[in-house]
């Protein structure tokens, strides 16, 4: 157990929808970073908050968008679903930025577009 | 941009035998980190060992060991004494020192036979 949760762990929803996928860092963790892996794009950098404040952005498409809270969790809404978005949606945090901290990923979620 | 190659797609190995897993990249920065993440059928993302570019000795994490190249840009897995409990997907990945985010390869299946 990583000490990173994810909600839901399974979702299925119709294309078209919009879904929120919530994460909640370890205990004491200021960066949270999004990841998707499909079995076409392979395991993809999404986005990196810190403290609240969005650090970097990779493959993200403009319908998902995310944000860190206060209380350190975050969370990554995508909308206008397509089959295609069917992945598994990873969360994961570290201590801080910087790359001399490990990356602790969450279960995941499995979000499956019908 | 960096990318990352594991020309393997699946390995297999005899249990208690040793097995390595390729991994090359591409990079223009002197600084980075390098990554082996292990993905069981639970789809749990695990670290399994990391390395840092600046360090000359080859990281080494009990049953595993790595055989980093850096001027050939290469870092292959060892396993030693393999175990059914290895059988998973491995991922090599890459930190861009710049924003955090990790650059995963393909992946490589490894079985591990009785």
């Known amino acids: 157990d990583s000490g990173v949760t994810q909600t839901p762990k399974h979702l299925i929803t119709a294309t078209g929808q919009r879904v929120t996928l919530r994460c909640s860092p370890r205990s004491g963790d200021l960066s949270v970073y999004w990841y998707q892996q499909s079995l076409d794009q392979g395991l993809q950098f999404l986005i990196q908050y810190y403290n609240g404040e969005e650090r970097a952005k990779g493959n993200i498409l403009e319908r998902f968008s995310a944000q860190q809270f206060p209380d350190l969790h975050s969370e990554l809404n995508l909308s206008s679903l397509e089959l295609g978005d069917s992945a598994l949606y990873f969360c994961?945090?570290?201590?801080?930025?910087?790359?001399?901290?490990?990356?602790?990923f969450g279960p995941g979620t499995r979000l499956t577009v019908t | 941009a960096q990318t990352v190659t594991q020309s393997q797609p699946e390995m297999s190995v005899q249990e208690a035998e040793t097995v390595t897993l390729s991994c090359t990249y591409d990079?223009?920065?002197?600084?980075?980190?390098l990554f082996w993440y292990k993905q069981p059928p639970s789809r749990q993302m695990i670290l399994v060992i990391r390395q840092e570019a600046y360090k000359q000795q080859n990281a080494t994490e009990n049953r595993f060991s790595v055989n980093f190249q850096k001027a050939a840009k290469s870092f292959s897995l060892k396993i030693s004494d393999s175990q059914l409990g290895d059988a998973a997907m491995y991922f090599c990945?890459?930190?861009?020192?710049?924003?955090?985010?990790?650059?995963f390869g393909t992946g490589t299946r490894l079985q591990v036979f009785p």
């Open positions: 990945a890459y930190r861009v020192f710049s924003t955090d985010k990790l650059i």
């Open positions: 994961a945090s570290s201590v801080s930025a910087g790359t001399s901290y490990e990356q602790y």
């Open positions: 990079t223009s920065e002197s600084d980075y980190y």
